[in-house]
């Protein structure tokens, strides 16, 4: 009898929007405070970890994907995430990480975390870990504020600086017309910039319970409605082109346009796959090289292959 060994195990990493996202004034340790909804998206990436001596980063796309934007070796989130992962174990593991991307790069779609969350997940199964969930979500919260909502996915709260996350019950399907620029926006650029514009910021956000109530409503006019982004002033004072653009999308029927998270991605929010597709349609006639249509919210990091 031959026992089956697992070289390499793929894991899905799901891109998110921002259905709220409150932001206040920096706290002592410099994070903001925020209160947000997240939901995960079908757009998604795919990290592959297969055994090796070493550790190794490789880039799969498009060629609409910025790859020079793409850090290569100890400075990509996936390497340090199974380097937190080995070191948690204290196992002198490594492994060849391979990252096929479809998410955009710095786009406001946290990519990058859900990359890292699907890393932590893909590795514990390669090397059969078993670490528990309690401490796959502190050790995504050590990687960045929007990993342990990666994990989760679906629809959730997110309290903190974005990292205390709260499943939230979700009754519609969410059609989106997803527009990437050109080239990304820096997130810490886009906070500096809101600490600039908004010096009164609050000190402490909360998720307005009308948002809370519209995820009850299948009608997606009804979320539309309620959506809100704080940063979104602020990465529009930046890059006024993309005020235009959410206009444009509005007058061409979607229920309403939001800047996702910190930009520059904007997302419009469809009443279904009919009225999304026509949009995708009109924006990419109006010149928009790349628009995707997605529907949320899916599940968090889950494994889509095993070899
Ligand atoms: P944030 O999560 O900060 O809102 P974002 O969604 O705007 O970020 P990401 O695609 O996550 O954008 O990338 C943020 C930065 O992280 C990039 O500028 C890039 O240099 C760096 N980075 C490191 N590893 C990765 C990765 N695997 N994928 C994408 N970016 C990465």
Redesign the pocket.
Known sequence: MTLSTTLSVTVRAAAKVNLHLGVGRPRPDGFHPLATVYQTLSLHDDVTASTGPAWSVSLVCEDDIDRD???AGE????VRAGRLLAAHHDVGLAAGLT?R?S?P?????????A?AAATLVALDRLWDLQTSDADLLALAARL?S?VPFALVGGTALGGGRGELVTPAPDEGTRWWVVVPART????PAVYRHFDELCPDAPEEVTVPDDLVAALGDPDNRVLAAVLRNDLQPVAIDLRPELGELIEAGERAGALRGIVS??GPTCLFLCSDRGSADRLRTTLLDAGHPRVLVALGPVSGTHVVEYS
């Open positions: 934007a793409f850090p400075d990509n989130i996936v990252v991307k998410i790069i710095a786009g406001g779609l946290a990519g990058g975390s990359d960045g929007d990304g926006l820096s997130t998270g910190s």
